[in-house]
Every structure is written in structure tokens, then in C-alpha cells.
């Protein structure tokens, strides 16, 4: 029997938005007991992007959002799917995607949130493939956009010190050439949720005067595990993606990998063999931007011209749940 190649869904535009106020590792020198020293040299991090207290995640994502969509050509009405990746979402009810949607005037589409965490814009990327090949629509968005700042424990400098607000989205269409998305691997492990979590907050421990005092409302991590399991997992899926998609290192042009720390950088890099001259680092700037991560970094990477129409690039992700994503794409 004939093997039908995979229908190919291409990234036709990308768009970040970043917010103004920039806080460095000097500032936090003065909020907590830490040094710009420690930061840089267990992280790679110099200074992050804080959002405005106004400004929330559909308010980010509609930056990026325009911004994507002007460089693929697309006006709001013609987005049929709207995924918005997100581990911050502006309140419960409604999602974040139907606020954006509204905000946007995207009046065709279907529009949900996706929870991967730090994985979500790749999760989210997948999916949209997935409803395009099966002809569900023509055009979709895929944002990740994250206000971390809102979940920061401030007063906790083991987790502080590392995460960052911002947005990043794409524009897809189903593909026309040799351009596209070439493989995925996407895998979760619930058992270690616990690793990287809000312990309240939710339905099950509701917010309340003692959640508050406690500040169990608020991200708490196990830097150490999350760290081993990151560089694990990050492997795994850069492995996965690209034997896929029958490529090596050598055939990449760009790795993206998330943005969480240098070393966990490093070390992805190491496995898949690509040199660092081939590794996209924004971490320094942005800190950690979770679901913002990947693409916030794609959009510069092009706009850098480091990538452009034809590129190999292989962008791999992890998070908390713990999710975790490889993907090859043909820009
Ligand atoms: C958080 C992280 C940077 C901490 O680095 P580490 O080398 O594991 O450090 P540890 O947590 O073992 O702490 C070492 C010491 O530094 C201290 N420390 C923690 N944060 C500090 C800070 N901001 N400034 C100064 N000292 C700090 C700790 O209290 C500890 O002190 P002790 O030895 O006296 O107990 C690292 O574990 C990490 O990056 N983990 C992954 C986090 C991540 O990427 N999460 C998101 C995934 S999507």
C-alpha cells in the first residue's frame, strides 16, 4: 500500500508582546535575601518583564496576537480555531480565549484554553494541526501568554527570581509546499504534579482568609526535581521529535528550547549535539514566560534573521504536570 505523507500545517506569521517595565536581579536584591551573582550564575537570568497590575493575559495575548496575525495577512473574522495556552488565566469563567476572542472580534472561531503549562503553546500547536488536517477549519491562532508574576510567591527567593510575564502566538493554515510542521511528541506524567504546583486556591481548597495568610494560593517548587526531570524530559522529547520527523542535530538550523534556565539549556543542547551557535537564548531578558516561552522566542528569532522561510528549526518544551513536547517544523 502507498504511504500518504502527513498533510502539512504551516506557521504562516508569529507575534510577541512583552510588557514595559523590566525588573532586574538588582531589584530583587532589595525584595528578598539574593544576588544578581547567584541569580546569573544558577540561572542565566539578568532581568524579567512584569505586566502592569491592569494588564492580564487576554490583554498580552491580543498584542501578540495582532502582531502574528499582520504578518500572516489574516484579519480576526477569518480565525475558525483559538487556542490560548495558559497557566495564568485572567478568572475562571469565562476562559481566557473567549475574552480574547471578544477583545480581538474573532466572531468565527471556536476558542478554549489549554493547561500544559510551560508546554501549552506547543500542545496547543499540535492541536490546531489536528483540527486543520481533519478540515475543521482553515485558519487557526495559537497563543501563549502568561502574567507569572500573578503566581509568584514575592517573598519566596527560590522561585522569584525566575519567572517572567509576557505573550507569543502564531497564525496556521493548512500548507500549500514542503513547509510545515514535521513531527511532534507530546507526553505527561501526573504523578509528579506535585513537583511544580498552587496548592490552593481551586475548587477542591477554595481561596479563603487562611489560604491568603498562608500563601498556598501561590506557585511552589521543588527546584531540585524539577531541574533532573526537565533536563530528562527535555531529551526525551528532543529524541522523539526528531526521530519522527528522520532527522539529527546535524540537520537543525535553530533549537528553541524552552526558556527556563541556562543550564537546563545547556544540557539540552549538549544531548541533541546542536552547538550553542544554533540555540536560541532569550532567557537572560525574559526569564521564565512559561507558555510564552517558545514562541516570544521564534517571532525574534525570525525577525532576527537567524530562521526564514525553509528552516529546520526543532523547539522542545517541559512544565509542570509534568507535561513535556518535541516538535520539528519547516519554516
Ligand atoms: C531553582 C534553582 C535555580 C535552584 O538552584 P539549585 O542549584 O537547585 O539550588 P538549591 O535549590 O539546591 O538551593 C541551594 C541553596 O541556595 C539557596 N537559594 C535558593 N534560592 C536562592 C536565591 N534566589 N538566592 C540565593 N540563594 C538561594 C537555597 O536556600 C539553598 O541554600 P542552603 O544550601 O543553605 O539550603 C534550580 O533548582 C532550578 O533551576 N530548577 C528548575 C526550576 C525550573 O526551571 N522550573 C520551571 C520549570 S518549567
Known amino acids: 500500500m502507498v504511504k500518504h505523507p502527513k498533510p502539512l500545517v504551516e506557521i504562516a506569521g508569529t507575534g510577541r508582546y512583552l510588557p514595559e517595565r523590566v525588573l532586574t536581579n538588582e531589584d530583587l536584591e532589595k525584595m528578598v535575601e539574593t544576588s544578581d551573582q547567584w541569580i546569573r550564575d544558577r540561572t542565566g537570568i539578568r532581568e524579567r518583564r512584569i505586566a502592569r497590575d491592569d494588564e492580564g493575559a487576554a490583554d498580552m495575548a491580543e498584542r501578540a496576537a495582532r502582531a502574528a496575525m499582520a ?189 527556563a534556565n541556562m543550564r537546563i539549556i545547556n544540557a539540552t543542547a549538549k544531548y541533541t549535539g546542536i552547538p550553542m551557535e544554533k540555540v536560541y537564548v532569550n532567557v537572560d531578558r525574559y526569564g521564565n514566560m512559561s507558555s510564552a516561552a517558545i514562541p516570544v522566542a521564534l517571532d525574534e528569532a525570525q525577525e532576527e534573521g537567524l530562521v526564514g522561510p525553509g528552516s529546520l528549526i526543532l523547539l522542545v518544551a517541559f512544565g509542570a504536570g509534568f507535561t513535556w513536547s518535541g516538535m520539528t517544523i519547516r519554516l
Open 71 to 259: 504578518k500572516a495577512g489574516v484579519e480576526p473574522g477569518e480565525i475558525d480555531i483559538l487556542i490560548l495556552a495558559t497557566a495564568t488565566p485572567d478568572r475562571w469563567l469565562p476562559s481566557t480565549a473567549c475574552d480574547l476572542q471578544a477583545l480581538l472580534g474573532a466572531g468565527n472561531a471556536m476558542a478554549f484554553d489549554l493547561a500544559a503549562a510551560c508546554s501549552g503553546w506547543l500542545y496547543g500547536l499540535t492541536m490546531a494541526e489536528g483540527y486543520l488536517v481533519a478540515g475543521r477549519g482553515e485558519i487557526a491562532l495559537v497563543v501563549g501568554t502568561e502574567k507569572m508574576s500573578s503566581i509568584v510567591n514575592w517573598e519566596d527567593r527560590a522561585t522569584c527570581i525566575l519567572f517572567g510575564d509576557g505573550a507569543g502566538a502564531a497564525v496556521l493554515r493548512r500548507a500549500t509546499g514542503e513547509r510545515g510542521i514535521l513531527s511532534s511528541h507530546h507526553k505527561s506524567d501526573g504523578t509528579l504534579g506535585n513537583l511544580l504546583y498552587r496548592p490552593a486556591g481551586g475548587a477542591v481548597i477554595p481561596m479563603s482568609p487562611e489560604v491568603l495568610e498562608k500563601r498556598d494560593h501561590l506557585m511552589k517548587m521543588s527546584g531540585r526535581e524539577v531541574f533532573k526531570n526537565a533536563v530528562r524530559s527535555m531529551a526525551d522529547a528532543a529524541d522523539q521529535a526528531l526521530q519522527q520527523a528522520g532527522l539529527t542535530g546535524d540537520d537543525i538550523d535553530l533549537l528553541i528550547p524552552h526558556q
